[in-house]
């Protein structure tokens, strides 16, 4: 299993700022994905983070709001840009298990409050 | 329509009951299928697989049905630790991406 450290835990923010969230894994991993989770809802994928590369971004998800990182195999950023109190939601890292692909794993979520 | 499909619930059952979860999904390309459970403001995790032949695992038993395209979770003698969110999940790995559906929130009651 891949253990996976996201920071910050929760945040409150002013609209109009920006917030970064980061993931850390404990292994090497080829896919990393960022999911928001709004309250009451499943889960919706914003993107693939690629290393090396742009992050492959879903429909409805943009670049300059939510940009990303990923510098190497084991971490990732997400940055919330510019945001208003619809981006409040939870945020999530997830990465697939090197050893059984088709198995996600996720960090801990990052709840975040925009007022 | 969604790619996958829950009835979000509640089930409130009471201890030691027989539970059961119906998903169906959409896309009949799908290869991979799971069952998450995710506990309130807690990340999702792992469950169980679903295997096409079925499985097992104590009380929990998951079923795939590919031409009808759902996915079934069986929960026998329910325990209060079994309250929590269940999300069915599929996954197309030629495209690496996993669809969630919207969850069923189990409440198991004294």
């Known amino acids: 299993s891949a253990v996976i450290s996201q920071k910050p835990s929760r945040d409150i923010c002013q609209r109009g700022t920006s917030l970064t969230i980061q993931c850390q894994v404990d292994?090497?991993?080829?896919?990393m994905f960022w999911y928001r989770q709004q309250p009451g809802q499943s889960l919706t994928l914003i993107a693939t983070a690629n290393q090396g590369s742009e992050a492959t971004y879903e429909s409805g998800f943009v670049i300059d709001k939510f940009p990303i990182s990923r510098p190497n195999l084991t971490f990732s950023t997400l940055t919330v840009s510019n945001m208003s109190p619809e981006d409040s939601s939870i945020y999530l890292c997830s990465v697939l298990a090197r050893d059984r692909r088709t198995e996600a794993f996720f960090g801990q979520g990052t709840r975040l409050t925009v007022v | 329509r969604k790619e996958v499909e829950q009835d979000p619930g509640p089930f409130n059952v009471p201890e030691g009951a027989t539970v059961a979860f119906n998903c169906t999904y959409s896309n009949s390309a799908s290869q991979s299928f799971f069952w998450y459970r995710q506990d309130c403001r807690k990340e999702p995790k792992l469950l169980m697989s679903?295997?096409?032949s079925g499985n097992e695992d104590g009380r929990f038993t998951a079923q795939l049905n590919r031409a009808s395209q759902y996915i079934s979770l069986l929960i026998r003698d329910s325990k209060l630790s079994d309250s929590a969110t269940y999300l069915c999940?599929?996954?197309?790995?030629?495209?690496?991406?996993?669809?969630f559906g919207s969850g069923t929130k189990l409440n198991v009651k004294p």
């Open positions: 292994s090497q991993v080829t896919m």
């Open positions: 999940v599929v996954n197309r790995p030629n495209f690496n991406k996993f669809y």
């Open positions: 679903v295997y096409s």
